[in-house]
Protein backbone atom coordinates (compact mmCIF):
# COMPACT_ATOMS: atom_id res chain seq x y z
CA UNK A 1 0.00 0.00 0.00
CA UNK A 2 1.07 3.11 -0.94
CA UNK A 3 0.46 6.70 1.23
CA UNK A 4 0.49 10.51 1.02
CA UNK A 5 1.96 11.61 4.29
CA UNK A 6 3.27 14.75 5.99
CA UNK A 7 5.70 14.81 9.05
CA UNK A 8 4.30 16.41 12.14
CA UNK A 9 7.50 17.78 14.25
CA UNK A 10 7.09 18.79 17.58
CA UNK A 11 10.16 20.06 19.41
CA UNK A 12 10.06 20.44 23.18
CA UNK A 13 13.21 21.16 25.62
CA UNK A 14 13.85 17.46 26.34
CA UNK A 15 12.09 15.61 23.67
CA UNK A 16 10.84 15.78 20.06
CA UNK A 17 7.68 14.18 18.82
CA UNK A 18 7.04 13.12 15.09
CA UNK A 19 4.34 11.33 13.09
CA UNK A 20 3.64 10.33 9.71
CA UNK A 21 -0.26 12.08 9.17
CA UNK A 22 -2.39 11.89 6.54
CA UNK A 23 -4.56 14.35 5.25
CA UNK A 24 -7.60 13.14 7.24
CA UNK A 25 -5.46 13.41 10.49
CA UNK A 26 -4.67 9.45 10.87
CA UNK A 27 -1.16 9.03 12.08
CA UNK A 28 0.76 5.97 10.83
CA UNK A 29 3.81 6.13 12.78
CA UNK A 30 4.53 7.66 15.91
CA UNK A 31 7.34 8.17 17.49
CA UNK A 32 10.12 10.61 19.62
CA UNK A 33 13.80 11.79 19.64
CA UNK A 34 15.74 13.24 22.27
CA UNK A 35 16.02 16.90 21.45
CA UNK A 36 18.62 18.34 23.91
CA UNK A 37 21.41 15.36 23.11
CA UNK A 38 21.67 16.92 19.93
CA UNK A 39 23.48 20.01 20.75
CA UNK A 40 23.94 20.50 16.97
CA UNK A 41 21.32 21.40 15.10
CA UNK A 42 22.37 19.77 11.90
CA UNK A 43 23.36 16.52 13.85
CA UNK A 44 19.08 16.64 15.18
CA UNK A 45 17.97 17.06 11.89
CA UNK A 46 20.22 14.06 11.07
CA UNK A 47 19.00 12.13 13.88
CA UNK A 48 15.41 12.62 13.11
CA UNK A 49 15.83 11.53 9.61
CA UNK A 50 17.62 8.33 10.21
CA UNK A 51 14.62 7.29 13.10
CA UNK A 52 12.39 8.19 10.60
CA UNK A 53 13.41 6.06 8.14
CA UNK A 54 14.72 2.99 10.48
CA UNK A 55 10.45 2.90 11.70
CA UNK A 56 9.61 3.60 7.71
CA UNK A 57 11.79 0.78 6.53
CA UNK A 58 10.03 -1.96 9.51
CA UNK A 59 6.66 -0.96 7.88
CA UNK A 60 5.02 -2.73 5.29
CA UNK A 61 3.57 0.40 3.98
CA UNK A 62 5.38 2.59 1.31
CA UNK A 63 4.77 6.09 2.42
CA UNK A 64 5.90 9.79 -0.12
CA UNK A 65 6.23 12.23 2.35
CA UNK A 66 4.87 15.42 1.05
CA UNK A 67 6.21 17.98 3.35
CA UNK A 68 7.16 18.46 7.21
CA UNK A 69 5.09 20.87 9.66
CA UNK A 70 7.24 21.93 12.45
CA UNK A 71 5.84 23.50 15.73
CA UNK A 72 8.76 24.60 18.30
CA UNK A 73 8.76 27.32 21.03
CA UNK A 74 10.12 30.62 19.12
CA UNK A 75 9.50 28.91 15.94
CA UNK A 76 8.65 31.91 13.55
CA UNK A 77 5.92 31.27 10.68
CA UNK A 78 6.94 34.24 8.66
CA UNK A 79 10.78 33.72 8.41
CA UNK A 80 11.09 30.14 9.18
CA UNK A 81 13.69 30.30 11.61
CA UNK A 82 13.47 29.27 15.58
CA UNK A 83 14.51 32.76 17.65
CA UNK A 84 16.63 32.68 20.49
CA UNK A 85 14.88 29.68 22.11
CA UNK A 86 15.08 30.40 26.03
CA UNK A 87 14.35 26.48 26.73
CA UNK A 88 16.24 24.63 23.92
CA UNK A 89 20.03 23.58 23.95
CA UNK A 90 20.73 25.33 20.45
CA UNK A 91 21.06 29.09 20.78
CA UNK A 92 20.44 32.00 18.44
CA UNK A 93 18.41 31.90 15.31
CA UNK A 94 18.45 28.54 13.75
CA UNK A 95 17.38 28.70 10.15
CA UNK A 96 14.97 25.39 10.51
CA UNK A 97 12.90 25.33 7.59
CA UNK A 98 15.72 25.74 5.41
CA UNK A 99 18.20 23.40 6.72
CA UNK A 100 15.15 20.79 7.18
CA UNK A 101 14.00 21.65 3.48
CA UNK A 102 17.46 20.60 2.64
CA UNK A 103 18.05 17.71 4.29
CA UNK A 104 14.49 16.07 3.55
CA UNK A 105 13.83 17.96 0.09
CA UNK A 106 10.42 18.62 0.29
CA UNK A 107 8.77 21.97 1.57
CA UNK A 108 8.77 22.65 5.45
CA UNK A 109 6.76 25.35 7.25
CA UNK A 110 7.42 26.26 10.80
CA UNK A 111 5.27 27.96 13.76
CA UNK A 112 5.80 28.05 17.81
CA UNK A 113 4.45 24.79 19.63
CA UNK A 114 1.54 26.43 20.97
CA UNK A 115 -0.12 27.80 18.03
CA UNK A 116 0.15 23.75 16.31
CA UNK A 117 -2.12 22.94 19.38
CA UNK A 118 -4.30 25.43 18.24
CA UNK A 119 -4.30 24.22 14.60
CA UNK A 120 -4.86 20.81 16.04
CA UNK A 121 -7.93 21.39 18.16
CA UNK A 122 -9.31 23.26 15.43
CA UNK A 123 -8.55 20.05 12.36
CA UNK A 124 -9.04 17.42 15.06
CA UNK A 125 -10.45 18.03 18.33
CA UNK A 126 -13.33 20.41 19.58
CA UNK A 127 -12.77 23.84 17.80
CA UNK A 128 -14.43 22.40 14.45
CA UNK A 129 -15.78 25.43 13.24
CA UNK A 130 -14.92 28.06 15.78
CA UNK A 131 -13.55 31.07 14.38
CA UNK A 132 -12.49 32.80 17.42
CA UNK A 133 -10.96 30.67 20.72
CA UNK A 134 -7.80 30.95 22.25
CA UNK A 135 -5.83 27.67 23.56
CA UNK A 136 -3.57 27.90 26.21
CA UNK A 137 -0.56 25.49 26.94
CA UNK A 138 0.37 24.42 30.26
CA UNK A 139 3.42 23.03 30.37
CA UNK A 140 7.04 24.31 32.14
CA UNK A 141 5.64 27.48 30.97
CA UNK A 142 2.57 28.84 29.59
CA UNK A 143 2.17 28.73 25.47
CA UNK A 144 -1.13 30.67 23.75
CA UNK A 145 -2.57 30.83 20.02
CA UNK A 146 -5.20 32.60 19.25
CA UNK A 147 -7.39 32.17 16.53
CA UNK A 148 -9.43 34.93 15.01
CA UNK A 149 -11.17 34.61 12.00
CA UNK A 150 -10.72 31.29 11.84
CA UNK A 151 -6.96 31.88 11.44
CA UNK A 152 -3.96 32.27 13.53
CA UNK A 153 -2.59 35.45 14.96
CA UNK A 154 0.68 35.50 13.95
CA UNK A 155 1.05 39.25 14.15
CA UNK A 156 3.33 41.91 12.24
CA UNK A 157 6.54 40.18 13.01
CA UNK A 158 5.20 35.89 13.47
CA UNK A 159 5.59 36.41 17.24
CA UNK A 160 1.69 36.82 18.52
CA UNK A 161 0.23 35.45 20.74
CA UNK A 162 2.56 35.70 24.05
CA UNK A 163 0.37 35.20 26.77
CA UNK A 164 2.68 33.76 29.08
CA UNK A 165 4.43 37.01 29.39
CA UNK A 166 1.42 38.97 30.55
CA UNK A 167 1.51 40.90 33.61
CA UNK A 168 -0.23 38.64 36.31
CA UNK A 169 1.27 40.24 39.04
CA UNK A 170 2.69 43.58 39.41
CA UNK A 171 6.47 43.41 40.90
CA UNK A 172 5.85 39.69 40.84
CA UNK A 173 7.75 36.40 40.33
CA UNK A 174 11.09 36.59 38.33
CA UNK A 175 10.59 35.21 34.96
CA UNK A 176 13.09 33.06 32.63
CA UNK A 177 12.86 36.60 29.81
CA UNK A 178 14.04 38.69 32.34
CA UNK A 179 10.72 40.55 33.57
CA UNK A 180 8.73 39.89 36.84
CA UNK A 181 5.22 38.64 37.62
CA UNK A 182 4.41 36.82 34.10
CA UNK A 183 1.53 35.20 34.09
CA UNK A 184 3.94 31.83 33.31
CA UNK A 185 5.23 32.12 36.55
CA UNK A 186 2.14 31.12 38.31
CA UNK A 187 0.15 29.45 36.08
CA UNK A 188 2.19 26.41 34.24
CA UNK A 189 3.78 23.39 35.83
CA UNK A 190 6.42 24.83 37.67
CA UNK A 191 4.62 27.92 38.50
CA UNK A 192 2.48 25.86 40.66
CA UNK A 193 5.07 24.39 41.85
CA UNK A 194 6.39 28.11 42.85
CA UNK A 195 2.54 27.91 44.69
CA UNK A 196 2.43 25.11 46.65
CA UNK A 197 6.25 26.59 48.20
CA UNK A 198 4.58 30.06 49.03
CA UNK A 199 1.90 28.60 50.65
CA UNK A 200 3.71 26.29 52.68
CA UNK A 201 6.04 29.42 53.95
CA UNK A 202 2.60 31.54 54.23
CA UNK A 203 0.25 28.84 55.89
CA UNK A 204 0.61 26.95 58.87
CA UNK A 205 -1.72 23.68 57.88
CA UNK A 206 -0.89 20.07 57.94
CA UNK A 207 0.27 19.25 54.50
CA UNK A 208 1.85 16.23 52.55
CA UNK A 209 3.98 18.36 50.78
CA UNK A 210 5.96 19.04 53.39
CA UNK A 211 7.75 16.04 53.22
CA UNK A 212 8.47 16.64 49.66
CA UNK A 213 10.78 18.88 47.68
CA UNK A 214 10.60 21.14 45.10
CA UNK A 215 12.40 19.55 42.75
CA UNK A 216 10.36 15.86 42.88
CA UNK A 217 7.06 17.29 43.18
CA UNK A 218 4.89 17.39 39.88
CA UNK A 219 1.61 18.66 38.98
CA UNK A 220 0.28 14.68 39.35
CA UNK A 221 1.29 15.03 42.95
CA UNK A 222 -0.63 17.97 43.11
CA UNK A 223 -3.86 17.00 41.41
CA UNK A 224 -3.71 13.93 43.97
CA UNK A 225 -3.65 15.43 47.05
CA UNK A 226 -6.01 17.60 46.33
CA UNK A 227 -8.77 14.68 45.41
CA UNK A 228 -7.70 13.34 48.91
CA UNK A 229 -8.01 16.97 50.58
CA UNK A 230 -4.59 18.34 51.20
CA UNK A 231 -5.59 21.62 51.90
CA UNK A 232 -1.95 23.04 50.31
CA UNK A 233 -3.28 21.41 47.04
CA UNK A 234 -6.66 22.83 46.63
CA UNK A 235 -5.66 26.65 47.89
CA UNK A 236 -3.13 25.96 45.18
CA UNK A 237 -5.42 25.32 42.10
CA UNK A 238 -7.60 27.54 43.50
CA UNK A 239 -4.99 30.62 43.30
CA UNK A 240 -3.37 29.21 39.81
CA UNK A 241 -7.25 29.61 38.88
CA UNK A 242 -7.89 33.02 39.95
CA UNK A 243 -4.69 34.71 38.21
CA UNK A 244 -4.79 32.66 34.67
CA UNK A 245 -8.99 33.63 34.87
CA UNK A 246 -8.22 37.35 35.66
CA UNK A 247 -5.41 37.69 32.59
CA UNK A 248 -7.82 35.72 30.66
CA UNK A 249 -10.54 38.66 30.72
CA UNK A 250 -8.12 40.66 29.53
CA UNK A 251 -7.34 38.51 26.96
CA UNK A 252 -11.43 38.07 25.99
CA UNK A 253 -11.71 42.26 26.32
CA UNK A 254 -9.10 41.74 23.09
CA UNK A 255 -10.54 39.34 20.84
CA UNK A 256 -13.50 38.05 21.96
CA UNK A 257 -13.56 34.50 21.99
CA UNK A 258 -15.88 31.72 22.20
CA UNK A 259 -14.46 29.40 23.98
CA UNK A 260 -11.00 28.82 25.81
CA UNK A 261 -9.30 25.63 25.61
CA UNK A 262 -6.33 24.61 28.45
CA UNK A 263 -4.09 21.72 26.91
CA UNK A 264 -0.85 20.34 28.73
CA UNK A 265 -0.27 18.32 32.32
CA UNK A 266 -1.67 20.98 34.14
CA UNK A 267 -4.78 20.74 32.08
CA UNK A 268 -5.15 17.26 32.98
CA UNK A 269 -5.62 18.50 36.69
CA UNK A 270 -9.93 19.04 35.11
CA UNK A 271 -11.94 20.48 37.45
CA UNK A 272 -9.50 21.68 40.22
CA UNK A 273 -7.84 24.08 37.63
CA UNK A 274 -10.80 24.73 35.64
CA UNK A 275 -13.78 25.91 38.09
CA UNK A 276 -11.46 28.79 39.74
CA UNK A 277 -10.31 29.65 36.71
CA UNK A 278 -14.14 30.13 35.29
CA UNK A 279 -15.10 31.55 38.44
CA UNK A 280 -12.08 34.08 38.19
CA UNK A 281 -12.68 34.89 34.46
CA UNK A 282 -16.66 35.86 35.48
CA UNK A 283 -15.48 37.56 38.00
CA UNK A 284 -13.45 39.99 35.70
CA UNK A 285 -15.24 40.47 32.64
CA UNK A 286 -16.91 43.28 31.74
CA UNK A 287 -20.51 42.81 31.83
CA UNK A 288 -21.20 42.28 27.79
CA UNK A 289 -18.57 39.15 27.99
CA UNK A 290 -20.05 37.92 31.17
CA UNK A 291 -21.82 33.99 30.87
CA UNK A 292 -20.75 33.30 27.20
CA UNK A 293 -17.27 31.87 27.06
CA UNK A 294 -16.45 28.52 28.08
CA UNK A 295 -12.85 26.90 29.65
CA UNK A 296 -12.62 23.64 28.71
CA UNK A 297 -9.57 21.29 28.63
CA UNK A 298 -8.41 19.80 25.33
CA UNK A 299 -9.97 17.33 23.29
CA UNK A 300 -7.33 16.06 22.40
CA UNK A 301 -5.42 15.85 25.71
CA UNK A 302 -3.70 12.46 26.07
CA UNK A 303 -2.89 12.95 22.54
CA UNK A 304 0.10 14.52 20.21
CA UNK A 305 -1.62 17.56 19.50
CA UNK A 306 1.27 19.68 18.58
CA UNK A 307 1.95 16.88 16.27
CA UNK A 308 -1.34 16.95 14.56
CA UNK A 309 -1.12 20.81 14.08
CA UNK A 310 2.11 20.75 12.90
CA UNK A 311 0.81 18.15 10.03
CA UNK A 312 -2.12 20.56 9.60
CA UNK A 313 -0.33 23.59 8.56
CA UNK A 314 1.74 22.11 6.00
CA UNK A 315 -0.97 20.18 4.53
CA UNK A 316 -2.95 23.75 4.17
CA UNK A 317 0.54 24.95 3.24
CA UNK A 318 0.52 22.65 -0.01
CA UNK A 319 -3.36 22.82 -0.54
CA UNK A 320 -2.60 26.82 -0.91
CA UNK A 321 0.56 26.27 -3.05
CA UNK A 322 -1.10 24.00 -5.32
CA UNK A 323 1.16 20.77 -4.92
CA UNK A 324 -1.60 18.32 -4.19
CA UNK B 1 -23.46 67.67 -10.82
CA UNK B 2 -24.77 64.06 -9.81
CA UNK B 3 -22.55 62.13 -7.10
CA UNK B 4 -22.57 58.89 -5.68
CA UNK B 5 -22.07 58.80 -1.89
CA UNK B 6 -22.57 57.26 1.83
CA UNK B 7 -23.65 58.62 5.09
CA UNK B 8 -20.81 58.58 7.61
CA UNK B 9 -22.47 58.72 11.29
CA UNK B 10 -20.44 58.91 14.44
CA UNK B 11 -22.65 58.95 17.08
CA UNK B 12 -20.81 60.18 20.68
CA UNK B 13 -22.46 60.67 23.99
CA UNK B 14 -23.26 64.89 23.11
CA UNK B 15 -22.93 64.94 19.18
CA UNK B 16 -23.57 62.94 16.75
CA UNK B 17 -21.59 63.81 13.71
CA UNK B 18 -21.92 63.40 10.24
CA UNK B 19 -20.69 63.93 6.53
CA UNK B 20 -21.19 62.61 2.89
CA UNK B 21 -18.14 60.84 1.98
CA UNK B 22 -17.51 59.52 -2.01
CA UNK B 23 -15.20 56.33 -2.45
CA UNK B 24 -12.10 57.93 -2.49
CA UNK B 25 -12.89 59.75 0.91
CA UNK B 26 -13.57 63.13 -0.28
CA UNK B 27 -16.15 64.67 2.14
CA UNK B 28 -18.69 66.73 0.65
CA UNK B 29 -20.93 67.84 3.74
CA UNK B 30 -20.08 67.55 7.05
CA UNK B 31 -22.57 69.02 10.09
CA UNK B 32 -23.03 67.61 13.89
CA UNK B 33 -26.57 67.46 15.15
CA UNK B 34 -26.90 66.68 18.78
CA UNK B 35 -27.79 63.23 20.39
CA UNK B 36 -28.16 64.04 23.62
CA UNK B 37 -31.47 66.65 22.62
CA UNK B 38 -32.98 63.34 21.14
CA UNK B 39 -34.06 60.80 24.08
CA UNK B 40 -35.91 58.57 22.01
CA UNK B 41 -34.13 57.30 18.93
CA UNK B 42 -36.69 57.62 16.57
CA UNK B 43 -37.13 61.40 17.18
CA UNK B 44 -33.03 61.29 16.82
CA UNK B 45 -33.19 59.46 13.19
CA UNK B 46 -36.12 62.26 11.75
CA UNK B 47 -33.94 65.08 13.38
CA UNK B 48 -30.60 63.21 11.28
CA UNK B 49 -32.78 62.83 8.02
CA UNK B 50 -34.32 66.24 8.08
CA UNK B 51 -30.72 68.08 9.03
CA UNK B 52 -29.21 66.15 6.17
CA UNK B 53 -31.95 67.01 3.52
CA UNK B 54 -31.74 70.93 4.47
CA UNK B 55 -28.40 70.51 3.86
CA UNK B 56 -28.67 68.86 0.42
CA UNK B 57 -30.99 71.13 -0.69
CA UNK B 58 -28.94 73.71 -0.70
CA UNK B 59 -26.24 72.50 -2.67
CA UNK B 60 -25.94 72.83 -6.05
CA UNK B 61 -24.86 69.41 -6.64
CA UNK B 62 -27.75 65.94 -6.80
CA UNK B 63 -26.05 63.58 -4.09
CA UNK B 64 -26.85 59.85 -4.19
CA UNK B 65 -27.38 58.34 -0.73
CA UNK B 66 -25.86 54.81 -1.11
CA UNK B 67 -26.10 53.67 2.12
CA UNK B 68 -25.18 54.33 5.48
CA UNK B 69 -22.01 53.47 7.77
CA UNK B 70 -22.42 54.05 11.72
CA UNK B 71 -19.98 54.40 14.35
CA UNK B 72 -21.15 53.83 17.40
CA UNK B 73 -20.65 53.27 20.87
CA UNK B 74 -21.48 49.55 21.74
CA UNK B 75 -22.53 49.30 18.00
CA UNK B 76 -22.33 45.49 17.28
CA UNK B 77 -21.46 45.23 13.70
CA UNK B 78 -22.86 41.40 13.64
CA UNK B 79 -26.45 42.44 15.12
CA UNK B 80 -26.64 46.02 13.72
CA UNK B 81 -27.91 47.20 17.33
CA UNK B 82 -26.23 49.41 20.19
CA UNK B 83 -26.51 47.15 23.09
CA UNK B 84 -26.52 48.47 26.47
CA UNK B 85 -24.42 51.58 25.92
CA UNK B 86 -23.73 53.23 29.33
CA UNK B 87 -23.26 56.93 27.84
CA UNK B 88 -25.75 57.60 25.34
CA UNK B 89 -29.30 58.82 26.05
CA UNK B 90 -31.01 55.29 24.96
CA UNK B 91 -31.08 52.57 26.84
CA UNK B 92 -31.17 49.11 26.44
CA UNK B 93 -30.82 47.22 22.64
CA UNK B 94 -31.67 49.81 20.35
CA UNK B 95 -31.97 48.19 16.86
CA UNK B 96 -30.18 50.93 15.18
CA UNK B 97 -29.78 49.48 11.26
CA UNK B 98 -32.85 48.63 10.91
CA UNK B 99 -34.52 51.48 12.15
CA UNK B 100 -31.70 53.87 9.83
CA UNK B 101 -32.84 51.43 6.55
CA UNK B 102 -36.36 51.91 7.46
CA UNK B 103 -36.31 55.26 7.31
CA UNK B 104 -33.57 56.18 4.47
CA UNK B 105 -34.53 53.16 2.50
CA UNK B 106 -30.58 52.31 1.99
CA UNK B 107 -28.45 49.48 3.79
CA UNK B 108 -26.48 50.87 6.89
CA UNK B 109 -23.64 48.87 8.40
CA UNK B 110 -22.83 49.11 12.42
CA UNK B 111 -19.36 49.13 14.01
CA UNK B 112 -18.52 51.04 17.68
CA UNK B 113 -16.51 54.11 17.04
CA UNK B 114 -13.51 53.02 18.27
CA UNK B 115 -13.54 50.40 15.25
CA UNK B 116 -14.71 52.89 13.14
CA UNK B 117 -11.68 55.28 13.62
CA UNK B 118 -9.68 52.31 12.95
CA UNK B 119 -10.94 52.06 9.63
CA UNK B 120 -10.50 55.52 8.88
CA UNK B 121 -7.19 55.26 9.79
CA UNK B 122 -6.71 52.78 7.29
CA UNK B 123 -8.18 53.62 4.38
CA UNK B 124 -7.40 57.63 4.78
CA UNK B 125 -4.70 57.94 7.43
CA UNK B 126 -1.44 56.74 7.83
CA UNK B 127 -1.98 52.42 8.63
CA UNK B 128 -2.62 52.60 4.80
CA UNK B 129 -0.80 48.88 4.00
CA UNK B 130 -0.79 47.79 7.40
CA UNK B 131 -1.83 44.21 8.18
CA UNK B 132 -1.65 44.56 12.27
CA UNK B 133 -2.28 47.68 14.01
CA UNK B 134 -4.10 48.85 17.07
CA UNK B 135 -6.18 51.93 17.13
CA UNK B 136 -6.44 53.17 20.62
CA UNK B 137 -9.38 56.89 21.30
CA UNK B 138 -8.83 58.67 24.20
CA UNK B 139 -12.11 60.46 24.15
CA UNK B 140 -13.92 60.78 28.17
CA UNK B 141 -13.24 56.68 27.81
CA UNK B 142 -10.99 55.08 26.10
CA UNK B 143 -12.04 53.22 22.82
CA UNK B 144 -9.94 50.80 20.59
CA UNK B 145 -9.88 48.94 17.14
CA UNK B 146 -8.09 46.09 16.66
CA UNK B 147 -7.16 44.93 13.15
CA UNK B 148 -5.36 41.45 12.40
CA UNK B 149 -4.84 40.46 8.78
CA UNK B 150 -5.84 43.75 7.78
CA UNK B 151 -9.48 42.99 9.03
CA UNK B 152 -11.18 45.06 12.34
CA UNK B 153 -11.14 42.04 14.89
CA UNK B 154 -14.85 41.97 15.78
CA UNK B 155 -14.44 38.36 17.50
CA UNK B 156 -17.51 36.02 18.35
CA UNK B 157 -19.92 38.36 19.29
CA UNK B 158 -19.10 41.77 18.27
CA UNK B 159 -17.68 43.14 20.93
CA UNK B 160 -13.66 42.46 20.76
CA UNK B 161 -11.08 45.49 21.26
CA UNK B 162 -12.05 46.50 24.74
CA UNK B 163 -8.82 47.18 25.81
CA UNK B 164 -10.68 50.37 27.91
CA UNK B 165 -11.55 47.88 30.40
CA UNK B 166 -8.59 45.53 30.92
CA UNK B 167 -7.02 45.64 34.41
CA UNK B 168 -4.27 48.54 34.26
CA UNK B 169 -4.24 48.49 38.56
CA UNK B 170 -5.31 45.63 40.52
CA UNK B 171 -8.00 47.05 43.15
CA UNK B 172 -7.53 50.20 41.43
CA UNK B 173 -9.80 53.54 40.55
CA UNK B 174 -14.07 52.27 40.64
CA UNK B 175 -15.25 52.37 36.59
CA UNK B 176 -18.58 52.96 35.03
CA UNK B 177 -18.34 49.15 34.03
CA UNK B 178 -18.71 48.18 37.76
CA UNK B 179 -15.39 46.90 37.87
CA UNK B 180 -11.96 48.59 39.81
CA UNK B 181 -8.87 49.79 38.42
CA UNK B 182 -9.80 49.74 34.47
CA UNK B 183 -7.17 51.26 31.99
CA UNK B 184 -9.85 53.80 30.80
CA UNK B 185 -10.24 55.27 34.71
CA UNK B 186 -6.29 56.00 34.38
CA UNK B 187 -6.17 56.84 30.46
CA UNK B 188 -8.69 59.00 29.28
CA UNK B 189 -9.88 62.51 28.96
CA UNK B 190 -11.14 61.91 32.78
CA UNK B 191 -8.63 59.63 34.08
CA UNK B 192 -5.79 62.25 33.37
CA UNK B 193 -8.11 64.62 35.43
CA UNK B 194 -8.04 62.35 38.23
CA UNK B 195 -4.67 61.73 38.05
CA UNK B 196 -3.94 65.57 38.52
CA UNK B 197 -6.30 65.65 41.57
CA UNK B 198 -4.78 62.43 42.65
CA UNK B 199 -1.09 63.90 42.44
CA UNK B 200 -2.53 67.35 43.88
CA UNK B 201 -3.37 65.24 46.99
CA UNK B 202 -0.20 63.44 47.32
CA UNK B 203 2.28 65.85 45.93
CA UNK B 204 3.41 69.44 47.56
CA UNK B 205 4.32 71.08 44.56
CA UNK B 206 2.93 74.35 43.96
CA UNK B 207 0.32 74.60 40.80
CA UNK B 208 -1.57 75.99 38.62
CA UNK B 209 -3.94 73.17 38.95
CA UNK B 210 -4.83 74.07 42.92
CA UNK B 211 -7.04 77.21 41.50
CA UNK B 212 -9.29 74.68 39.08
CA UNK B 213 -11.97 72.72 40.12
CA UNK B 214 -12.66 68.90 38.88
CA UNK B 215 -15.54 70.15 36.37
CA UNK B 216 -13.28 72.54 34.69
CA UNK B 217 -10.38 71.10 33.85
CA UNK B 218 -9.86 69.84 30.27
CA UNK B 219 -6.73 67.72 28.75
CA UNK B 220 -5.75 70.80 27.07
CA UNK B 221 -4.98 72.33 30.13
CA UNK B 222 -2.98 70.07 31.25
CA UNK B 223 -0.95 70.34 28.27
CA UNK B 224 -0.44 74.37 28.15
CA UNK B 225 0.45 73.71 32.07
CA UNK B 226 2.89 70.94 30.95
CA UNK B 227 4.47 73.11 28.31
CA UNK B 228 4.87 75.64 30.85
CA UNK B 229 6.58 73.60 33.29
CA UNK B 230 3.90 72.84 35.86
CA UNK B 231 5.12 69.77 37.93
CA UNK B 232 1.88 68.57 38.39
CA UNK B 233 0.58 68.20 34.68
CA UNK B 234 4.18 66.82 33.68
CA UNK B 235 3.92 64.08 35.94
CA UNK B 236 0.39 63.26 35.39
CA UNK B 237 1.33 62.95 31.75
CA UNK B 238 4.54 60.49 32.69
CA UNK B 239 1.98 58.54 35.22
CA UNK B 240 -0.73 58.43 32.18
CA UNK B 241 1.48 57.31 29.46
CA UNK B 242 2.90 54.76 32.17
CA UNK B 243 -0.10 53.04 33.09
CA UNK B 244 -0.83 52.72 28.81
CA UNK B 245 2.55 51.33 27.92
CA UNK B 246 2.26 48.95 30.51
CA UNK B 247 -1.15 47.84 29.56
CA UNK B 248 -0.02 48.16 25.34
CA UNK B 249 2.88 45.77 26.71
CA UNK B 250 0.14 42.62 27.63
CA UNK B 251 -1.79 43.99 24.23
CA UNK B 252 1.36 43.56 22.14
CA UNK B 253 1.81 39.78 23.76
CA UNK B 254 -1.80 39.22 22.14
CA UNK B 255 -1.53 40.52 18.73
CA UNK B 256 1.65 42.03 17.60
CA UNK B 257 1.27 44.76 16.07
CA UNK B 258 3.32 46.99 13.91
CA UNK B 259 1.87 50.27 14.94
CA UNK B 260 -0.24 52.13 17.62
CA UNK B 261 -2.02 54.98 16.92
CA UNK B 262 -3.76 57.38 19.55
CA UNK B 263 -6.69 59.49 18.81
CA UNK B 264 -8.41 61.91 20.36
CA UNK B 265 -8.35 64.86 22.51
CA UNK B 266 -5.69 63.99 24.92
CA UNK B 267 -3.70 62.33 21.77
CA UNK B 268 -3.28 66.19 20.70
CA UNK B 269 -0.59 66.12 24.02
CA UNK B 270 1.82 64.91 21.39
CA UNK B 271 5.18 63.48 22.75
CA UNK B 272 3.85 64.34 26.80
CA UNK B 273 1.49 61.69 26.36
CA UNK B 274 3.41 59.42 23.18
CA UNK B 275 7.01 59.50 25.24
CA UNK B 276 6.44 58.34 28.24
CA UNK B 277 3.71 55.66 26.86
CA UNK B 278 6.99 54.69 24.59
CA UNK B 279 9.51 54.56 27.48
CA UNK B 280 6.60 52.21 29.36
CA UNK B 281 6.38 50.30 26.39
CA UNK B 282 9.48 49.41 26.31
CA UNK B 283 9.79 48.44 29.75
CA UNK B 284 7.65 45.99 29.74
CA UNK B 285 7.89 44.50 26.41
CA UNK B 286 9.10 40.59 26.26
CA UNK B 287 12.99 40.48 24.72
CA UNK B 288 11.68 39.42 21.15
CA UNK B 289 9.16 43.06 20.21
CA UNK B 290 11.59 45.62 21.59
CA UNK B 291 12.50 47.90 19.20
CA UNK B 292 9.89 46.87 16.56
CA UNK B 293 6.64 48.78 17.87
CA UNK B 294 5.68 52.27 16.82
CA UNK B 295 3.31 54.31 19.02
CA UNK B 296 1.99 57.80 16.90
CA UNK B 297 -0.79 59.85 16.53
CA UNK B 298 -3.19 59.27 14.27
CA UNK B 299 -2.60 60.99 11.11
CA UNK B 300 -6.42 62.21 11.10
CA UNK B 301 -6.17 63.89 14.48
CA UNK B 302 -7.87 67.11 13.53
CA UNK B 303 -10.57 65.35 10.87
CA UNK B 304 -13.55 63.38 11.84
CA UNK B 305 -12.14 59.81 11.67
CA UNK B 306 -14.77 57.71 12.72
CA UNK B 307 -17.33 59.54 9.43
CA UNK B 308 -14.31 58.45 7.40
CA UNK B 309 -14.25 55.35 8.78
CA UNK B 310 -18.05 54.48 9.22
CA UNK B 311 -18.14 55.38 5.82
CA UNK B 312 -15.29 53.44 4.35
CA UNK B 313 -17.43 50.17 6.22
CA UNK B 314 -20.46 51.03 4.28
CA UNK B 315 -18.55 51.29 1.16
CA UNK B 316 -16.93 48.14 1.62
CA UNK B 317 -20.08 46.24 2.36
CA UNK B 318 -21.82 47.64 -1.08
CA UNK B 319 -18.77 46.43 -2.82
CA UNK B 320 -18.84 42.83 -1.10
CA UNK B 321 -22.45 42.68 -1.61
CA UNK B 322 -21.54 43.92 -5.46
CA UNK B 323 -24.37 46.69 -5.11
CA UNK B 324 -21.93 49.07 -7.08
Known amino acids: ?5 VLGVDIGGTFTKYGLVDQSGRIYLE ?15 MALHR ?38 VWKGRIELVKLIEKAFGVPAVLTNDANAAALGEMLFGAARGLNHFIMITLGTGLGSGLIVNGEIVYGNDGFAGELG ?13 GKRGCLETYVSASGIKRTVFELLAEE ?8 ITFSRLSPKMITTLAEKGDPI ?9 YLLGRCLADSVAH ?16 NWIINPTKRSLEEHLLPIYRNKIEIVPSALLNRNIAVLGAAALIWKRLE ?5
Open 1 to 5: MHREV
Open 51 to 88: HLDVHIDRKKERFTIKGIGIGAPNGNYYTGCIEYPPNL
Open 233 to 241: AIKAFEKTG
Open 255 to 270: ISPARIFLFGGLAKAG
Open 165 to 177: HVMAVQNGRQCGC
Open 31 to 45: DEISTRDHKIIEDFI
Open 204 to 211: TADSEFRK
Open 320 to 324: QQGEL
